[in-house]
């Protein structure tokens, strides 16, 4: 079986790789025989890191550069040809394509429709005129008002031949969008089923233990872009002033992030606190970042991989939401009271909201002990549905070795 990987990995964004680690994770358990092979942002680090051959997404390699003169304008008008051809040619060479998690279905950051979505409107497309299942596993969507970019993620789950998205939400936002859901199942973020280490127990001390805030380079979403750089000031001034006001308290803060991009935000807040109580982690993939938050007594989180890191090792949690995919995933962990906008970055409602998730630790802890188990359970059921639709000749082999 010749199994292909899409998406835009090893590209610096530790959502993507965590979402593609767990899939390779199921494919080598329970397909060893499969051949696996990527198409990708990052093939460099794809192929160096997770041991498979990769290819380049695109054509054009300055094709998430901004284009301002005419011979890179040229060049980014000739790769979305080549690459009709070149993403056929892909397909072509497999029999199934996993696309795995992501939110590739969304625009809640800034996005343009001759990027992604094209591409991967070019992978389901070729996937249906070469008859080579595609496969979107547990991927993010939500309702998008730029027309183009719409119309071609619609017809990109149109045309794949399974979709199951990681949450609700997600599901319904394509149901609103034309797309018909009704096999369509709804499972925890792929994420979930990595490996988790151990929690740290909670701080004993007066003062209170460490505290891990992980922030975003954002700028608001793709409707946001005439407001970008005030939501941006925002952002940074609220959380740098949080930030202080843990310090000024005696607990040590550790900064992360879930993308490259990510670092000049930690660099100023560094720059603004000037204080040794606050440190920045340097995390290569989201295992490192499951370990430093291990370690905390709370975490207070952007990026929703940040989130979900926090969440799988039972840490109580606060979300800087930019999007409706943070609240749902709070809400499924029994922490919807602890969002707060992240437009609209208010340091001392914050600290009034973390005193009150630092006070509700213990019952927290134990709510996230039981979703979390619930949320393993509900993983194996996508693996299993996605064998069966995915390799039924290997499923079917599976269910005659157990039977009695």
Same mark, same amino acid.
């Given at each position: 079986?010749?199994?292909?990987?899409?998406?835009?990995?090893?590209?610096?964004?530790?959502?993507?790789?965590?979402?593609?680690?767990?899939?390779?994770?199921?494919?080598?358990?329970?397909?060893?025989?499969?051949?696996?092979?990527?198409?990708?942002?990052?093939?460099?680090?794809?192929?160096?890191?997770?041991?498979?051959?990769?290819?380049?997404?695109?054509?054009?390699?300055?094709?998430?550069? +901004?284009?301002?003169? #005419?011979?890179?304008?040229?060049?980014?008008?000739?790769?979305?040809?080549?690459?009709?051809?070149?993403?056929?040619?892909?397909?072509?060479?497999?029999?199934? =394509?996993?696309?795995?998690?992501? !939110?590739?279905?969304?625009?809640?950051?800034?996005?343009?429709?001759?990027?992604?979505?094209?591409?991967?409107?070019?992978?389901?497309?070729?996937?249906?005129?070469? &008859?080579?299942?595609?496969?979107?596993?547990?991927?993010?969507?939500? /309702?998008?008002?730029?027309?183009?970019?719409?119309?071609?993620?619609?017809?990109?789950?149109?045309? *794949? #031949?399974?979709?199951?998205?990681?949450?609700?939400?997600?599901?319904?936002?394509?149901?609103?969008?034309?797309?018909?859901?009704?096999?369509?199942?709804?499972?925890?973020?792929?994420?979930?089923?990595?490996?988790?280490?151990?929690?740290? *127990?909670?701080?004993?001390?007066?003062?209170? $233990?460490?505290?891990?805030? !992980? =922030?975003?380079?954002?700028?608001?979403?793709?409707?946001? &872009?005439?407001?970008? @750089?005030?939501?941006? &000031?925002?952002?940074?001034?609220?959380?740098?002033?949080?930030?202080?006001?843990?310090?000024?308290? $005696?607990?040590?803060?550790?900064?992360? +992030?879930?993308?490259?991009?990510?670092?000049?935000? =930690?660099?100023?807040?560094?720059? #603004? =606190?000037?204080?040794?109580?606050?440190?920045?982690?340097?995390?290569?993939?989201?295992?490192?970042?499951?370990?430093?938050?291990?370690? *905390?007594?709370?975490?207070?989180?952007?990026?929703?991989?940040?989130?979900?890191?926090?969440?799988?090792?039972?840490?109580?949690?606060?979300?800087?939401?930019?999007?409706?995919?943070?609240?749902?995933?709070?809400?499924?962990? $029994?922490? !919807?009271?602890?969002?707060?906008?992240?437009?609209?970055?208010?340091?001392?409602?914050?600290? @009034?909201?973390?005193?009150?998730?630092?006070?509700?630790?213990?019952?927290?802890?134990?709510?996230?002990? @039981?979703?979390?188990?619930?949320?393993?359970?509900?993983?194996?059921?996508?693996? +299993?549905?996605?064998?069966?639709?995915?390799?039924? /000749?290997?499923?079917?082999?599976?269910?005659?070795?157990?039977?009695?």
């Amino acid at each position: 079986m010749r199994v292909g990987v899409f998406g835009l990995l090893g590209s610096g964004n530790l959502g993507n790789d965590g979402s593609l680690e767990a899939v390779l994770g199921h494919l080598r358990a329970d397909h060893p025989e499969a051949v696996v092979d990527a198409l990708c942002g990052g093939p460099e680090v794809v192929a160096a890191r997770y041991g498979i051959p990769a290819t380049r997404l695109h054509w054009y390699r300055g094709e998430y550069r +901004t284009a301002s003169r #005419a011979g890179a304008i040229a060049g980014k008008g000739v790769g979305k040809l080549v690459d009709v051809f070149r993403t056929a040619a892909w397909v072509r060479r497999h029999d199934v =394509v996993i696309v795995p998690g992501m !939110g590739v279905l969304e625009a809640t950051l800034p996005l343009r429709p001759w990027g992604f979505p094209y591409a991967l409107f070019l992978l389901c497309a070729s996937g249906r005129l070469l &008859r080579t299942r595609v496969a979107l596993v547990g991927v993010g969507a939500a /309702a998008i008002g730029d027309r183009p970019t719409r119309a071609l993620v619609r017809w990109s789950a149109r045309l *794949a #031949a399974y979709r199951s998205y990681r949450d609700a939400p997600s599901r319904d936002a394509m149901r609103e969008m034309g797309v018909d859901t009704a096999r369509d199942e709804v499972y925890p973020d792929l994420a979930f089923a990595l490996p988790t280490p151990s929690a740290g *127990a909670p701080s004993t001390s007066s003062g209170g $233990g460490p505290v891990c805030v !992980g =922030v975003m380079d954002f700028h608001g979403g793709n409707d946001d &872009r005439a407001r970008a @750089e005030e939501i941006h &000031r925002r952002y940074l001034d609220g959380t740098t002033r949080f930030v202080r006001a843990l310090v000024e308290d $005696g607990r040590p803060v550790r900064l992360v +992030t879930g993308d490259e991009c990510d670092a000049t935000v =930690v660099a100023a807040i560094l720059d #603004a =606190v000037d204080s040794p109580l606050a440190t920045a982690a340097k995390a290569a993939s989201l295992a490192d970042l499951m370990k430093e938050m291990a370690a *905390a007594d709370a975490v207070v989180a952007t990026r929703y991989h940040n989130l979900v890191c926090a969440l799988k090792v039972g840490v109580p949690t606060l979300a800087l939401s930019y999007a409706a995919k943070s609240d749902t995933l709070m809400a499924e962990r $029994g922490l !919807g009271a602890y969002c707060h906008p992240a437009r609209e970055v208010d340091a001392d409602r914050l600290l @009034e909201q973390f005193r009150d998730l630092e006070r509700r630790s213990a019952e927290l802890r134990r709510t996230l002990a @039981e979703r979390n188990r619930a949320a393993a359970e509900r993983l194996q059921h996508q693996f +299993t549905a996605l064998a069966t639709a995915l390799f039924p /000749a290997a499923a079917h082999a599976h269910a005659l070795r157990e039977t009695p």
